[in-house]
Nanobody, 115 residues
Framework: QVQLVESGGGLVQAGGSLSLSCAASRSLLTISNMDWYRQAPGKQRELVAS???????NYADSVKGRFTIARDNAKNTVALQMNNLKPEDTAVYYC?????????WGQGTQVTVSS
């Protein structure tokens, strides 16, 4: 099992930045993929960014060039740096870990971008 705790959400104006963090209860060296998802009101949850154990990253087209995912295996954390935020980035952001072919989710953190 993996417990995940997200932090760092909040309210920011358009064009601003926020950094999210996800702390895992076990070593990230044992976890294959770490992902950030988001879900806006009335919309499906969508993949925002992912990072493999080898460090390969993948981003949704809507956030490419603005968001950066970074994995710190020593601290068992995954960060999502979000720059040039837009109102359409408003959502609850979730961290997900894939461990032994099972997916584990955090409780989510709210990000609100005002125009």
């Amino acid at each position: 099992q993996v417990q995940l705790v997200e932090s760092g959400g909040g309210l920011v104006q358009a064009g601003g930045s926020l950094s999210l963090s996800c702390a895992a209860s076990r070593s990230l060296l044992t976890i294959s993929n770490m992902d950030w998802y988001r879900q806006a009101p009335g919309k499906q949850r969508e993949l925002v960014a992912s990072v493999t154990n080898g460090g390969s990253t993948n981003y949704a087209d809507s956030v490419k060039g603005r968001f950066t995912i970074a994995r710190d295996n020593a601290k068992n954390t995954v960060a999502l740096q979000m720059n040039n935020l837009k109102p359409e980035d408003t959502a609850v952001y979730y961290c997900k870990a894939t461990y032994w072919w099972n997916d584990y989710w955090g409780q989510g953190t709210q990000v609100t971008v005002s125009s």
